[in-house]
């Protein structure tokens, strides 16, 4: 296992579209984040799983974006009627939980553009 | 509304001196607070995570804590050009939930 992966790497739609990402976390980590981070700008967080449980998120996230992880491996995020604010670099990260601190680590991100 | 402050820069520093970045919270809860390099086009990589008060030292790099004035630093020592990145600093709260970051510290590093 090499590391947090995301698919695709780039993604560019006409507005009005929907599109679905995909991350694949490391193996034995149960804890799944997704980020989105504008040009400079912090990663902003949106939304979080543990295992297949979506326990959070956040109040910014309108009703046209959806965060699955249906058997606690892989999750996916589509934004539905996407607009041209949601162009922005998509950040999927994961780590483990247990005792003590455990590092999350970022996939390379989806860089989205919506045109 | 959590907030994480941070100066956007550019901080500029000749190599081999020290660059201090600093970075201010919100939330008197916070128990975790964590440093992150993101080179330009690339995702965050921690860099160091500090949770008491005081300092912590990993080779070049010492974070500094001081959670009555809600205050992170972190100190790169002989800054070199490799570490020109911006530096987000990012805050987690009671629990083990999520992270808020700041804005980030661009750093140039000039040779």
Redesign the interface.
């Known amino acids: 296992d090499t590391g947090v992966s995301q698919d695709p790497r780039h993604k560019i739609t006409k507005r009005g579209q929907n599109v679905t990402f995909r991350c694949d976390p490391i193996s034995e980590h149960n804890r799944l984040?997704w980020?989105r981070q504008t040009l400079?700008?912090?990663?902003?967080?949106l939304t979080?799983f543990q295992n297949e449980a979506q326990?959070?998120k956040s109040r910014l996230l309108s009703d046209r974006f959806s965060a699955e992880r249906p058997k606690g491996s892989f999750s996916t995020l589509e934004i539905q009627r996407t607009e041209q604010g949601d162009s922005a670099m998509y950040?999927c990260a994961s780590r483990s939980?247990g005792s003590g601190?455990t590092?999350?680590f970022?996939?390379?991100?989806t860089r989205l553009t919506v045109v | 509304q959590k907030e994480v402050e941070q100066n956007s820069g550019p901080l500029s520093v000749p190599e081999g001196a020290i660059a201090s970045l600093n970075c201010t919270y919100s939330d008197r809860g916070s128990q975790s607070f964590f440093w992150y390099r993101q080179y330009s086009g690339k995702s965050p990589e921690l860099i160091m995570f500090i949770y008491s008060n005081g300092d912590k030292e990993d080779g070049r790099f010492t974070a500094q804590l001081n959670k009555a004035s809600q205050y992170v630093s972190l100190l790169i020592r002989d800054s070199q050009p490799s570490d020109s990145a911006t530096y987000l600093c990012a805050v987690g709260g009671p629990g083990d939930s999520t992270l808020t970051f700041g804005k980030g510290t661009m750093l140039l590093v000039s040779p």
């Open positions: 984040y980020y400079g700008q912090g990663p902003e967080f979080y326990l959070e950040l939980t601190y590092e999350a970022f996939g390379q991100g």
